[in-house]
């Protein structure tokens, strides 16, 4: 299973050369977070996760592994198999959603257990609440030392925002008065907050190119003129004008907007652009019975709540391989990991 993993982590360090970006609006008691995920495939599975499950993480090279049972359900977006989501919400409201970061430097070993950059994103949904247990977490694990450099935006309920960053082996978090814009793309925060001031005190008015760094004022200057004039556009059609402002093209796979009040997801995909709605209310997460999937790219627009079905391997074996083979280019799977990542959520059991 080790050897399993490392795969998904070679596989998403050859996408250095893509770009995300990651918002979060907070207007007239709504709480709105976008994401656009660059990437060179589209294929993905949107699952629910229960509450009540008993986990292990996967072993690393480096420390021991941490046990848990899972407080919250949540929904999720998996490319690369379950239990490994690239993004997703909890059923309190807390979203976690990661981008490339070079420069990034995990903790190296210590005392505390490590679990991969994609678990961590799981454990936070089925552990944490708030932004604060998310930063709070640090003290239990860390993420293993030789993951793929990644940065966070994590948001919740309460519209407390954070960037979670690991930088010299120290976690870095930018919150409250130290995150006067949030928003995230693929620089180190104060890097990107430095590129806002100097753009606001050139007074230009063109925003920047499409880098890392205009990605980032020009989705700070678009959620400013939202904040500041009375613009009746419903937010989630607002994060989606702003998601297609820093679009990638054909690198921009997906577009997700979390209406984190409303408890819903909306989300569009390179391969259908009709906009899909999850609404959390339609689904039960106690540990009863099975989760449920739905494949993301499948036609349709509207309420898909109805449209999850039970997990079925073949759905999931071909999307799956449908994400390595597209991924081939890049890195090679084999065909023994391909199976690991079919099979590693089999060892996951109600409590």
């Not at 589209?42 to 090279?61: D, E, H, M, P, Q």
């Not at 694990?141 to 407390?160: C, M, Q």
């Not at 180190?188 to 499409?210: C, G, H, R, V, W």
């Not at 009375?230 to 059609?237: A, E, F, G, R």
Request: aromatic share 10%; glycine share 8%.
């Amino acid at each position: 299973m080790k050897k399993i993993f490392t795969a998904v982590l070679l596989l998403l360090v050859a996408g250095a050369g893509f770009a995300c970006t990651t918002f979060c609006i907070n207007k007239d008691g709504q709480i709105i977070f976008g994401r656009n995920y660059d990437w060179i495939t589209g294929a993905g599975i949107v699952n629910t996760n229960l509450r009540g499950l008993v986990k292990t993480s996967v072993k690393n090279n480096d420390a021991k592994t941490i046990s848990w049972i899972s407080k919250y359900g949540s929904i999720t977006f998996n490319q690369y198999g379950k239990e490994f989501p690239t993004g997703g919400m909890n059923e309190n409201g807390l979203v976690v959603e990661l981008m490339w970061l070079d420069g990034t430097r995990y903790p190296g070993k210590d005392a505390r257990p490590s679990v991969s950059v994609l678990q961590w994103i799981q454990y936070q949904l089925d552990n944490s609440s708030t932004v604060e247990d998310v930063i709070n977490t640090d003290a239990k694990l860390r993420i293993e030392d030789r993951g793929t450099p990644l940065h966070y935006l994590v948001a919740d309920a309460k519209g407390n925002v954070a960037s979670i960053e690991f930088l010299k082996g120290k976690m870095v978090v930018h919150t409250g008065n130290s995150l006067p814009f949030p928003v995230l793309t693929n620089n180190t925060y104060e890097e990107s907050l430095q590129a806002e001031k100097d753009f606001e005190k050139n007074k230009s008015d063109i925003l920047p190119s499409d880098n890392s760094l205009g990605r980032f004022v020009k989705a700070c200057n678009m959620i400013q003129q939202l904040n500041a004039n009375n613009i009746s556009t419903p937010l989630t059609d607002f994060a989606f004008s702003v998601l297609d402002q820093v679009s990638q093209g054909s690198y921009t796979k997906w577009s997700i907007v979390y209406d984190i009040s409303k408890k819903e997801i909306h989300f569009k995909t390179a391969d259908n652009a009709g906009i899909k709605i999850i609404r959390f209310s339609g689904f039960d997460f106690s540990c009863v019975g099975s989760y449920t999937m739905f494949n993301m790219n499948q036609p349709g627009e509207g309420d898909v709540t109805t449209k999850f079905i039970l997990p079925d391997k073949n759905i999931k074996r071909s999307i799956l391989h449908q994400a390595i083979e597209e991924s081939r280019a890049n890195v090679a799977i084999t065909a023994k990991e391909e199976e690991g990542l079919m099979t590693y959520e089999d060892s996951i059991k109600c409590k």
